[in-house]
Nanobody
Framework: QVHLVESGGGLVQAGGSLRLSCAASGSIFSFNVMGWYRQAPGKQRELVARVTNGGSAVYAGFVKRRFTITRDSAKNTVDLQMNSLTPEDTAVYYC??????????????WGQGTQVTVSS
């Protein structure tokens, strides 16, 4: 079993910054991909950014160089630094991971989500 625990959400004014962190624990051999998704009220969950085991990062178009995803393979963590936030960034942000377990299986996991609210 693998657990993803997010932290760092909250309320911020437009133009401000937040840093989200996700820590993974459990029967982890290695990671394929770790990333962040978000879901706003009434909308589908969408990719924000993800990073591969090799360090290659992919960002959604709406990020526009405002966010940076970083990963610490030794600590099994992935962070999302979000700058220049706008009210449109308000959503629940979810950490996600595709892992290889100690048993050799590939499994996907989600965190419980952390609320990010940006006021105008």
């Amino acid at each position: 079993q693998v657990h993803l625990v997010e932290s760092g959400g909250g309320l911020v004014q437009a133009g401000g910054s937040l840093r989200l962190s996700c820590a993974a624990s459990g029967s982890i051999f290695s990671f394929n991909v770790m990333g962040w998704y978000r879901q706003a009220p009434g909308k589908q969950r969408e990719l924000v950014a993800r990073v591969t085991n090799g360090g290659s990062a992919v960002y959604a178009g709406f990020v526009k160089r405002r966010f940076t995803i970083t990963r610490d393979s030794a600590k099994n963590t992935v962070d999302l630094q979000m700058n220049s936030l706008t009210p449109e960034d308000t959503a629940v942000y979810y950490c996600a991971a595709s892992i290889i377990t100690l048993g050799g299986d590939q499994e996907d996991y989600w965190g419980q989500g952390t609320q990010v609210t940006v006021s105008s």
